[in-house]
């Protein structure tokens, strides 16, 4: 069941959905919807994080330069050849 909601928003950042909006085809309501669905789907996702996972986040630290997909790239090259 559809209910109404208002929200405050600032009004670039209002007219800038809009646009996004129509450019996709859907309707501001739906973007919103979708985006709140998101959100709600990670916080699930991420409570149920095992406490050994979330001890190991950080762990590695890479150059803020490096390029994964290069790197990837590279691995498969290396993989197939």
Not at 10 to 37: F, G, P, Q, R, T
Not at 38 to 50: A, C, G
Request: hydrophobic share 35%; proline share 2%.
């Amino acid at each position: 069941m559809d209910k109404k909601l208002t929200l405050s928003l600032n009004e670039s950042v209002i007219d800038e959905a809009k646009m996004y909006a129509k450019k996709n085809k859907i309707s501001l309501s739906k973007l919103i919807e979708s985006y709140l669905k998101s959100v709600l789907d990670n916080k699930t996702r991420n409570e149920e994080i095992t406490p050994l996972v979330k001890s190991l986040s950080g762990v590695i630290e890479l150059p803020e330069d490096l390029d994964v997909r290069d790197e990837y790239t590279k691995y498969l090259i290396e993989k197939y050849k």
